[in-house]
């Protein structure tokens, strides 16, 4: 599980470092964006690059948190199951 996670934790850091790709948009906001550059505005394209980014990464980022507190119940639960069986083995020894 460890190995997994490590591997995890890795590949996002790698997609998030390699962000270059993902500030592209769709045809309807690149309309909107040149519209508004013609205008002389350019804010109105980083509000909306920032805006797709936000909305791409928000899943992901509720994936990963409900990922990592089930990680660490099933670690708590596993190490709480030891303990048991460990005063089990204790109380009643293999003859």
């Known amino acids: 599980m460890k190995k997994i996670l490590m591997r995890s934790t890795a590949l996002l850091l790698v997609l998030l470092l390699t ?42 980022l509720a994936v990963a948190v409900v990922g990592y507190l089930w990680y660490r119940n099933s670690k708590k639960l596993k190490a709480e199951r030891q303990l048991l069986a460990s005063r089990l083995h204790q109380a009643y020894p293999k003859q």
Do not use: K
């Open 19 to 60: 962000t270059a790709d993902i500030w592209a948009q769709c045809a309807m906001c690149r309309g909107s964006v040149e519209s508004t550059m013609g205008n002389g505005r350019n804010n109105v394209g980083v509000g909306l690059n920032t805006g797709i980014v936000y909305l791409f990464v928000m899943p992901y």
